[in-house]
């Protein structure tokens, strides 16, 4: 089965159409006891870190998300569910993250003609083989909104980077963890494809 944490603050309607989409059990739940026991999780998430961490934090959902990933089964982060799993956040102040992965949550550098939010269609340079990207071509494109992007202190877990206006990070893999700056359930036959293989681990 796979769980959907609902803290508050995804589309999490459309993940779970797109997982039924690819004829996968996907059931949202937003309590820490309806965690217990999922075979796969994904954290997707729209709207600002700081809520975002304090929402986790004040249901109590941050404490069995960490231990499905400490336990390494099967995890997705979506957007925000990427960036949350990072030690910093300076997304309007500084806030403190769920430590998964060491790293920090920065902001686009303003540029000329650069845009901010990144927002639409962008496209994929593998770093590394990760199996959620089985069967999807380099260069692949993708859809995206955010202002802010990770920096892993370690290297080896970047999966996929994209440019825009720099060479930011787009997707992560670690084992059983995986995460995505883009929002697969957007990404139409490339993010079906995404999803498809995260179920069948």
Known sequence: MIKIVDYGMGNLRSVQKAFEKIGADAQVVSSPADLAGAEKLVLPGVGAFRDAIAELKRTGLDRPVREHIAADKPFLGICLGLQ???DVSYEDGQWEGLGVLRGRVVRFTDQPDLKIPHMGWNSLEFAQPAR????????????????????????????????????????VARRNLFATQFHPEKSQSVGLRLLTNFAAL
């Open 84 to 86: 949350l799993l990072f």
């Open 132 to 171: 959620i990207f089985e069967g999807v071509p380099e260069g692949s494109s993708v859809y995206f909104v955010h202002s802010y992007y990770v920096v892993p202190e370690d290297e080896s877990v970047i999966a996929a980077r994209t440019e825009h206006g720099t060479r930011f990070v787009s997707a």
